[in-house]
């Protein structure tokens, strides 16, 4: 997700059905408090769970 992979391409990588990705990404942002895809990211980043390429 922090690298803008949508749902469909989360789900076909870890051979989840897409529904599956969506609960799961809902339940993320109720225990980070983001309203939003770009709030969990940017909670990813300062938290240090993801760093920029290059």
């Excluded at 469909?8 to 339940?27: F, W």
């Excluded at 980070?32 to 760093?51: E, S, T």
């Amino acid at each position: 997700m922090a690298r803008g992979a949508s749902n469909r391409e989360i789900a076909a990588h870890l051979l989840l059905a897409e529904t599956t990705v969506k609960t799961h990404v809902g339940s993320l942002f109720k225990k980070l408090g983001a309203r939003d895809r770009a709030a969990a990211i940017v909670f990813a980043y300062d938290a240090g769970l993801v760093k920029p390429r290059g």
